[in-house]
């Protein structure tokens, strides 16, 4: 089983839409989780942390339920610029500190 | 330069031959991480280095591959006796907490 799963998709959505994105980690002393963004053809760059409490950047809500160990991101009103690959990263405790990487889960947004 | 740069951004190889991908990463940043990431897939992870720990080479996939990081700061990916199978963009990325800063990749092409 891989440490971080992610349903590649793609979801096609229509402009304006609201699109959620789960991703599930098998290690339970996994400590820190993030979303990253990926453009066709580019390297990722990070979209926003996920808190335990739950956190909001705009139109992007991302959450964690560790009782089920998985992290979850909400995208509302979605743009066409919001296409591209999303990829799960986390952290797991007691580990080096390296970050995996799920396999990512591709939204078109389309007019 | 501010961003994490790697050197060549293009490599086309005959199978059999050895390959260097250089990283240099953004000054100061602890931790180095190269990634391999094969078309329409996720992102691999390859090694790791923190600080002047022992890095963390589980994802490293076979014997060929080796990785050094000297004087805390540029990083050297060998490829030993290259297979068609090693084709993938191979990216390294840099941090000195959160978040990951990757550079642009090195796109290699094993003939």
């Known amino acids: 089983r891989k440490e971080v799963e992610q349903d590649p998709g793609p979801f096609n959505v229509p402009e304006g839409a609201t699109v959620a994105f789960n991703c599930t980690y098998s290690?339970?002393?996994?400590?820190?989780f993030f979303w990253y963004r990926q453009d066709c053809r580019k390297e990722p760059k990070l979209l926003m942390s996920v808190y335990s409490s739950g956190n909001e950047d705009g139109r992007f809500t991302a959450q964690l339920n560790r009782a089920s160990q998985y992290i979850s991101l909400l995208i509302r009103d979605s743009k066409l610029s919001d296409s591209a690959t999303y990829l799960c990263?986390?952290?797991?405790?007691?580990?080096?500190?390296?970050?995996?990487f799920g396999q990512g889960t591709t939204l078109q947004v389309k007019p | 330069g501010a961003g994490v740069s790697q050197s060549p951004s293009n490599k086309v190889t005959e199978k059999g031959k050895d390959v260097e991908l250089r990283c240099d990463p953004i000054s100061g940043h602890t931790a180095l991480y190269w990634y391999r990431q094969s078309l329409g897939q996720g992102l691999e992870f390859l090694i790791y280095?923190?600080?002047?720990?022992?890095?963390?080479k589980s994802g490293l996939p076979s014997d060929r591959f080796s990785a050094e990081r000297t004087g805390g700061s540029v990083s050297t990916l060998t490829i030993q006796r290259t297979q068609q199978e090693d084709s993938a963009v191979y990216l390294c990325?840099?941090?000195?907490?959160?978040?990951?800063?990757f550079g642009n990749g090195t796109r290699l092409t094993v003939t």
């Open positions: 990263v986390v952290i797991i405790s007691g580990n080096t500190g390296k970050l995996i």
């Open positions: 990325a840099s941090t000195s907490g959160s978040p990951l800063h």
């Open positions: 290690n339970s002393a996994s400590q820190s």
């Open positions: 280095f923190q600080g002047n720990s022992a890095p963390d």
